[in-house]
């Protein structure tokens, strides 16, 4: 009865439900991706996953839908219309203007307006569609292959036809639950050219502003499909991804091709950042893991480190300092181009997830406990 | 009153000489009656000095409100929510860290293991293996006890344990932010599980002060103990009941000293003191008998028994030695001061009485108890005062220096009651009545502020600055913690609580409420599954969010507090955080959960209101806010019912019942700026303040009318009237305030409002029927019609 009388009271909603997906029972709830972020003050202060710049303009992604943006280098903030509720956990910008935001249920929004208003572009439903229809394409491909191949390589090639079909039920399981797996973060060139990566093994791009995404889990290493957790360029033009297990991926043909690195590290890696010198790479993760490459990744050196709470995110301010930030507060800073890093753990303890610069040698961190203003070391301006 | 007299339509003021049946049958048997009294004074006294005290939670809350049902019937599934202790040791000098410390931290921890009632699987402190630290690694996760295995008090081990605590998630949970205490926290059981029986607050709170908080401030100085929980609350209003036998004592002691200066005379003093008392312990012996305890409200009733018992005795004594000073026997002056006084005596206390049963209405038991409390100690002050009073008068008599006290008294006072006489003059009325009016315009503006509910901060059941609330305030200030929690209660099919629609429903609920001024913080399994998910996703917070997969969830929620998950996975609470428990901050989240109940009940899952504190008095709150005007409605109605049956006029009503009304109106008045809301406490002073007030005017206008039916002037009736009985009402009123007013001092927050707010209502309503009820009577009593309508009677 109740349901009967949700759906005829929240009509629309029901209806936008079951286009997205055949629920297996109706909510009474309209589900989160069906959810505007509710306008909160509370945005600020809550779980921010990723802080980045648009322009002079700071915008910064987190928990339940909510996007939030600064024109006074993270003083005030305002909050942004966005469609869903979901945790969103990454945001970039390919111009001033022109913005991305992923997050769970697979979701990606886009804004045209410098981050003030974001439309709903993809879903982990289409994701996962895209995924099984690449997976589609494979056994048939594979198929043609078994049927073309010498009666020798036919067992070996129909155990790799099981495999696909292995995966594509997965996936097809996932898309009977809904939307199940996140993204994680996101990086646009320009306003038309960027990826996505997230859980197991996803990675999109796109190369006309999101209208359309191809599946480019195909062209990555990555049989097991661990989770992809960032995605950037490092000075120099080169594309970085890290992941799960020690995962780094480059491409220095702006993503057509990908190529793994032998990593020293097995654990996983949060993020990659540059260092500000061509073809440097600073990844890091787990337990305060940090890795760096002057040769795009051929050869890696262990940097050392005491603190070993996991690092999250990074950046380079202007006088070349590199910054990391992670959970128990920690805030590493290197004056010497990642050769060493002097740590700071911030007194409330609360994990950083994302770091940008702000005038002066400030900082601007977001995390845990929201967005805020420290100084070149992490600590809390008064 | 099958007096044959007066169906003959004789006017029983106008007969005076009249000799009523009951009067016989008294008088008659007067031998009979007080042996009577004897052996029932013996065994209701046996049993009165049985009684025990009671303080059970039940009986102070609705419980046929909604909520309370809702709250009961899951009550075995919330059981561990609500009932525990925290016990902060807090170190004055230096931190925690030292090896002082932790050792006293060590024995209290092994005290309280061993405290009958405590739930040892349940007991945290930063000794028991149950306090972890938990570490992300690439295999999975590592942690350890808080307290190093190597722990050996060196100076490496604690900053070892400084490490652990720091990575343990307990800073402001089980440590407080500052690093300078810790909090030993203690489930407890309900009822024992081996023995069954339920556990004794009195005793265990006790227990917590000998063998917890004196031991250990006194073996290591450099602590300081607090202990807050329902069960030392309780504890501690168990201990405030017994500081009510001194004030018992005290008001006894003043109460006699002032009976004796009124009366002169040892038999006029000892006597209504006397039959007082036994009032009272008819009255407790019989609640007993009936099953009941004392708790903190109706422990107050025998104070009200007392001080009724006396003022009407007042009246009595008064009688006697007025009619003794004509020259009359001691037993002529007894049987004409009960013909004289029986009517209007009976009709006072009749009308106590049926006031105090109006709190009936209210789904409250402890408001119940009191009324019935009040109820039957007010039948008995009826029998105990108009007849075994007498009764004993008539055998012992009026000493002759209260005669004598009578007789220059009344001459000495007449100037006095000349000028008082004056507040029924055509002149002086008008003025009287334009101050009541404007009384009336302050209280009414006043009174708008009145607040349904408790308003400080703390347990309001005890002051503001007791050591329960001292040490509550410590912890919240300390902690991250709230002391007002609101419970929703969370109903879905059996082995479906932890389904995703479940958890995203509560999670949107939360941020509604989180979004709700007034509401800190709220926490349910869709908390615990979001950072679970997070830690089972190496820490990382980009995993914050309830999984769509349903393996994930149950992961995540597989270890779990017991209490946010029943037995059959059929409940599960939300539990909200409240700033405080103002009625306002209360209904609006009340408000809000019941509309998202609405929008978003299904049958996959129910938001069921309340449980918690805050739910308590949410509903307790609701209940008192509908009864109130249904308890003055009813009370005024008795009340003006009873007057208009004994003196046949509404004008009479009227002058009787708007001085009492004035009174109602300024004391919401005082309550609003004084900052005391209507709760379950004050609900009742309206009732026995109307209830018992109404006796001075029922007195003075019996006099009032009779005068006038003789012929009199009003001005000369009311000076009549003041003569007779004028210093009698006075003295009532002092001697029923005297009967209130030492609750003011006492440790229970509650009695004291109740003590103060009676003790106002008592002696103002003493004065409204002084002042305001003859500048009434001038304007409402048309006394030439009065005697023409007796006349024809006749």
């Given at each position: 009865m109740a349901k009967r009388l949700m759906c005829k009271t929240l009509g629309a909603v029901c209806l936008g439900l079951s286009m997205v997906w055949s629920a297996p029972a109706a909510f009474a709830l309209a589900d989160v991706i069906e959810t505007p972020a509710r ?25 339940r839908g ?17 469609p869903v509720s979901v945790t ?16 769970h249920s697979g ?16 879903t982990g439903v289409?994701?996962l ?43 097809q399981s996932d898309l009977d639950i809904g939307p199940v797996n ?201 | ?62 419980l046929q409100h909604p909520y309370i049902v809702n709250m009961l019937e899951n009550r075995d599934d919330l059981q561990n929510l609500g ?402 929690v609101l419970v929703v209660m969370v109903e879905t099919p059996v082995e479906q609580c932890t389904q995703y629609e479940v958890l995203r429903a509560m999670d949107a609920l939360q941020w509604e409420l989180e979004n709700t001024?007034?509401v800190?913080?709220s926490a349910s399994l869709a908390d615990v599954s979001k950072i679970v998910t ?11 969010e309830i999984s769509r997969n349903q393996t994930i969830i149950n992961a995540s929620i597989r270890s779990a507090p017991s209490g946010l998950i029943n037995t059959d996975c059929s409940l599960t609470p939300v539990l909200v ?11 609006t989240v009340v408000d809000r959960v019941e509309a998202f109940a609405v929008n978003n009940n299904s049958e996959d899952h129910t938001f069921l209101l309340a449980a918690g504190?805050a739910g308590v008095?949410a509903a307790?709150?609701e ?172």
């Open positions: 306008p909160t003050d509370l945005a600020p202060e809550r779980l921010l996953n990723d802080v980045t710049k648009a322009g002079d303009r700071i915008v910064a992604v987190g928990e909510h996007i939030i943006y600064s024109d006074d280098e993270g003083q005030s903030w305002t909050q942004s219309d966005v969103l956990t990454g945001v970039d910008f390919g111009s001033d203007t022109q913005g991305w935001a992923v997050g979701v990606i929004l886009h804004s045209e307006d410098a981050g003030e208003t974001w439309k709903l572009q993809l289409q994701a569609e895209i995924a099984i229809q690449t997976k589609e394409d494979q056994a048939a491909a594979m198929e043609e292959r078994i049927e073309a191949a010498p009666e020798a390589e036919k067992g070996d090639l129909e155990w790799a036809l099981d495999d696909i079909l292995f995966t594509m039920e997965n996936m996140p993204l994680l973060d996101v990086w646009f060139e320009n306003d038309n050219h960027g990826f996505v990566v997230g859980a197991y093994g996803m990675i999109l791009r796109t190369t006309d502003g999101g209208e359309s995404w191809q599946d480019w889990a195909p062209r990555i290493d990555n049989a097991t499909n661990f989770h992809l957790n960032g995605v950037t360029q490092i000075t120099g033009g080169a594309l970085v991804v890290v992941g799960e297990s020690g995962q780094i991926h480059v491409s220095v043909d702006g993503g057509q091709t990908w190529e793994r690195r032998e990593s020293p590290y097995e654990g996983s890696l949060f993020g990659v950042i540059g260092t500000g010198q061509v073809n440097e790479i600073l990844a890091f993760g787990l337990r305060g893991n940090m890795l760096f490459s002057s040769d795009l990744g051929k050869t890696w050196r262990v940097v050392p480190s005491t603190a070993d709470a996991t690092l999250n995110d990074g950046t380079v301010v202007d006088d070349g300092r590199i910054i990391l930030v992670g959970n128990g507060g920690v805030v590493l800073t290197s004056s010497n181009g990642a050769e060493s890093f002097r740590e700071y753990f911030r007194s409330d303890r609360e994990g950083v997830m994302s770091v940008v610069p702000v005038s002066g040698t400030g900082l601007l961190i977001v995390g845990e406990g929201g967005a805020t203003i420290t100084d070149a070391r992490g600590k809390n301006l008064q | 009153m099958s007096n044959p007299k007066h169906d003959k339509g004789e006017h029983y003021l106008t007969t005076p000489k009249a000799e009523p049946f009951l009067e016989r049958m008294i008088f008659n048997n007067r031998a009979i009656i007080l042996v009577a009294f004897f052996l029932l004074t013996l065994f209701l006294g046996y049993n009165a000095t049985k009684i025990q005290p009671d303080a059970s939670f039940e009986r102070m809350i609705p009932n525990f202790v925290r016990i902060a040791v807090e170190v004055e000098e230096g931190d925690i860290f030292t090896k002082e410390y932790m050792e006293t931290l060590k024995q209290i921890t092994d005290e309280v293991f061993y405290l009958n009632g405590v739930d040892r699987s349940g007991l945290q402190t930063l000794w028991t293996s149950n306090v972890r630290w938990v570490e992300v690694t690439e295999q999975g996760f590592q942690g350890g006890t808080v307290i190093p295995d190597t722990y050996d008090g060196s100076d490496a081990s604690l900053e070892q344990l400084r490490q652990n605590v720091l990575r343990s998630n307990e800073v402001g949970r089980l440590v407080a932010d500052n690093f300078k205490s810790t909090i030993v926290y203690a489930p407890l059981y309900e009822k024992n599980p081996e023995t069954g029986e339920p556990l004794d607050y009195g005793e265990f709170s006790r227990q917590l002060e000998e063998k917890i908080r004196e031991k250990y401030e006194a073996e290591n100085p450099n602590v300081e103990i607090h202990i807050v929980g329902f069960a030392k609350k309780v504890g501690d209003l168990i201990e405030g009941i017994g500081s009510i036998a001194w004030f018992a004592g005290i008001t006894i002691i003043l109460t006699t000293l002032l009976l004796f200066w009124y009366s002169r005379s040892i038999t006029g003093t000892l006597v209504p003191v006397f039959t007082s008392i036994i009032a009272v312990f008819l009255q407790l012996g019989t609640l007993r008998l009936l099953g009941y305890g004392l708790d903190p409200y109706s422990v107050l009733v025998p104070f009200l028994v007392f001080a009724i018992g006396i003022s009407h005795g007042v009246q009595i004594v008064n009688a006697i030695a007025v009619e003794a000073a004509k020259g009359f026997d001691a037993v002529t002056a007894a049987r004409l001061a009960f013909r004289a006084l029986y009517i209007p005596g009976m009709l006072a206390l009749i009308s106590d009485a049926f006031g105090f049963l109006t709190l009936i209405f209210i789904e409250i038991d402890v408001i119940r108890d009191l009324a019935v409390a009040a109820g039957i100690g007010v039948a008995f002050v009826i029998i105990t005062n108009l007849v075994l009073h007498v009764l004993i008068m008539s055998y012992i008599g009026i000493s002759k220096g209260g005669i004598r006290h009578v007789q220059n008294h009344g001459e000495k006072q007449d100037r006095k009651w000349r000028v008082m006489s004056y507040f029924a003059h055509p002149g002086v009325a008008p003025i009287s009545l334009l101050i009541a009016v404007i009384g009336l315009g302050l209280g009414l503006y006043y009174k708008q502020n009145l607040k349904v509910g408790d308003l400080d901060r703390g347990a309001p059941e005890l002051r503001a600055d007791s050591r329960y609330n001292t040490d509550n305030a410590f912890i919240i200030d300390n902690y991250s913690t709230s002391a007002d001024p007034g800190q913080s997070k830690a089972l996703n190496e820490g990382n917070w980009k995993w914050y955080f409240l700033e405080d428990h103002k009625a306002e901050t209360l209904q504190n008095e307790t709150n209940v008192i806010s509908s009864a109130k005007d249904m308890m003055l409605l009813m009370v005024y109605g008795v009340v003006s019912l009873l007057c208009l049956i004994t003196f046949r006029s509404v004008r009479a009503v009227l002058c009787i019942v708007v001085p009492l009304g004035l009174t109602s109106i300024l004391c919401e008045a005082i309550m609003a700026v004084s900052g005391i809301g209507i709760k379950v406490a004050t609900l009742p002073v309206i009732a026995l303040g109307v209830g018992i007030g109404v006796d001075y005017g029922i007195y003075i206008y019996s006099k009032l009318e009779k005068y006038l039916l003789e012929g009199k002037t009003l001005q000369e009736a009311y000076f009549e009237t003041l003569r007779s009985t004028g210093k009698a009402v006075m003295f009532t009123g002092v001697t029923l305030g005297l009967g209130v007013v030492t609750w003011i001092f006492s440790p229970i927050k509650f009695q004291a409002d109740m003590g103060f707010l009676l003790f106002f209502m008592f002696l103002w309503n003493m004065v409204g029927a002084i002042w305001l009820l003859p500048a009434l009577a001038r304007f409402l009593l048309r006394p030439d019609q009065m005697l023409a309508k007796a006349r024809a009677a006749k």
